[in-house]
């Protein structure tokens, strides 16, 4: 049995839910670099271009979770849980009910967890 390398809160979960009845099938992307590009951002499936260097690191709640290559460096020995808090997320991303926006939560994985891990996929 594989580790998973991403999961999301029940509260981002409702979340997702309100904006997949509104927008459709929906996709994260995490950059990287600075300020709202290293959280994930929201996207309805097809308008955000994947590049040949951003990895799928696995699905959230029927959403692929995709990360830049350079981002992943940084992320490749933890596990991230998205979840949401209070606040104002970037315009890029699809406009979040309640003034909340998605954040990731990483802690490091455990010896036994990293030697049970899939690697991400190239797209």
């Known amino acids: 049995m594989f580790t998973e390398r991403i999961s999301v809160t029940d509260k981002a979960k409702a979340v997702i839910d309100q904006l997949r009845e509104k927008h459709g099938n929906l996709m994260f992307h995490q950059s990287g670099g600075c300020c709202d590009g290293s959280a994930p951002m929201c996207f309805e499936k ?10 799928c690191l696995g699905t959230i709640h029927g959403c692929e979770f995709f990360m830049a290559e350079d981002q ?9 849980t998205v979840d949401v808090s209070e606040g104002r997320g970037s315009s890029f991303s699809l406009e979040i009910p309640l003034g909340l926006r998605f954040m990731s939560v990483s802690r490091i994985l455990t010896d036994e967890e990293c030697e049970r891990m899939r690697p991400p996929q190239y797209q």
Do not use: A, P, T
Not at 46 to 55: A, E, K, T, V
């Open 46 to 55: 097809g308008d955000f271009i994947i590049g040949s260097r951003d990895l």
């Open 72 to 80: 992943f460096e940084y992320y490749k020995h933890s596990h991230i």
